[in-house]
């Protein structure tokens, strides 16, 4: 064999270049991973924060805290209806009375319970009224039944005091179907037996009358006003409500000389409702009626 030419042995060879910067590469990278990451130290990935200084994370304010639940709502009992009142009543009547189980609010009645007993004036202004003073923050329970005297209306607080349901407030409205067809003596001694039966603990607003349907029966209505005022005077529970002024001062309209139209009944709501406010802001602050035989 003839021997190889010198110049044969450095000839140029693409592979061995290659391997040769593949390793220097490979070395290099060595290096740098020996003095970025000293051996036996724990290896921290790139970004991460240092182990010796841990990053504070704020909890999510739903974890912070628990779970919000809504405030509890206020549970009433039931409304609570007369059972000894008829399930059909007459033309003449009201409807059965009722004794709320969830009080009205707002001032100045601030949720107190109020009865109003009366006759068909009573019964007629009801609907408005009963607005008016659920708007005034009362809780009213209506006893009414047209034509009826004060001999029912005692019959009314009896039967209220059965049931519990004889509360602070009273307001009454009888005593036009007593004027014209019972004695004078008669009719005083049952305001007295009534304002007894209430009790000294009790504010009673009464009603005075506004009649002009004949002679006689405005005679007896004058005579009637001026006794109840005069009871009134030794009474400090016993408020006069002077209706008859403020009917004929507003010109209420009466079509047989005791009954009044739409706009007279809802003054006279309003002015029951006006009087038994100012009532209880004179009285202030609530008390517990104590019942009396």
């Known amino acids: 064999?003839?021997?190889?030419?010198?110049?044969?042995?450095?000839?140029?060879?693409?592979?061995?270049?290659?391997?040769?910067?593949?390793?220097?590469?490979?070395?290099?990278?060595?290096?740098?991973?020996?003095?970025?990451?000293?051996?036996g130290g724990p290896v921290v990935a790139q970004g991460s924060p240092s182990p010796t200084a841990p990053t504070l994370t704020t909890p999510s304010p739903l974890l912070a805290s628990p779970l919000s639940t809504p405030s509890p709502q206020p549970t009433f009992p039931p409304d609570k209806a007369d059972k000894a009142w008829p399930k059909d009543p007459p033309w003449d009547a009201c409807e059965?009375?009722?004794?709320?189980?969830?009080?009205?609010?707002?001032?100045?009645?601030?949720?107190?319970?109020?009865?109003?007993?009366?006759?068909?004036?009573?019964?007629?202004?009801?609907e408005p009224m009963t607005t008016f003073l659920e708007q005034s923050g009362w809780t009213p329970t209506f006893r009414c039944w047209g034509s009826k005297r004060l001999d029912w209306g005692l019959e009314q607080v009896k039967r209220a005091k059965e049931l519990?349901?004889?509360?602070?407030?009273?307001?009454?409205?009888?005593?036009?179907?007593?004027?014209?067809?019972v004695q004078p003596a008669i009719t005083e001694s049952r305001v007295e037996k009534m304002l007894?039966?209430?009790?000294?603990?009790?504010?009673?607003?009464?009603?005075?009358?506004?009649?002009?349907?004949?002679?006689?029966?405005?005679?007896r209505a004058e005579w009637f006003n001026k006794m109840i005022r005069q009871v009134a005077e030794d009474r400090a529970n016993l408020e006069v409500v002077p209706w008859e002024k403020i009917a004929r001062d507003e010109k209420a309209a009466?079509?047989?000389?005791?009954?009044?139209?739409?706009?007279?009944?809802?003054?006279?709501?309003?002015?029951?409702?006006?009087?038994?406010?100012?009532?209880?802001?004179?009285?202030?602050?609530?008390?517990?009626?104590t019942p009396t035989p």
Request: glycine residues 8%; aromatic residues 8%.
């Open 96 to 126: 059965a009375p009722v004794w709320r189980g969830e009080p009205s609010s707002g001032s100045p009645g601030d949720g107190r319970r109020v009865l109003v007993l009366g006759d068909s004036l009573t019964r007629d202004s009801q």
């Open 1 to 39: 064999m003839p021997p190889r030419s010198p110049g044969n042995a450095h000839r140029w060879n693409p592979l061995r270049w290659l391997t040769a910067l593949a390793v220097v590469l490979v070395a290099a990278a060595t290096v740098g991973l020996f003095v970025l990451q000293p051996p």
């Open 196 to 219: 007894k039966r209430l009790g000294p603990n009790r504010q009673v607003l009464w009603v005075d009358l506004d009649i002009a349907y004949s002679a006689f029966s405005m005679q």
């Open 164 to 181: 519990d349901q004889l509360p602070e407030f009273v307001i009454v409205a009888l005593g036009t179907n007593d004027i014209s067809w």
């Open 254 to 289: 009466r079509f047989d000389g005791i009954h009044y139209g739409t706009s007279g009944y809802r003054l006279r709501a309003r002015a029951l409702t006006d009087a038994l406010d100012r009532r209880a802001v004179e009285v202030g602050t609530p008390v517990t009626a």
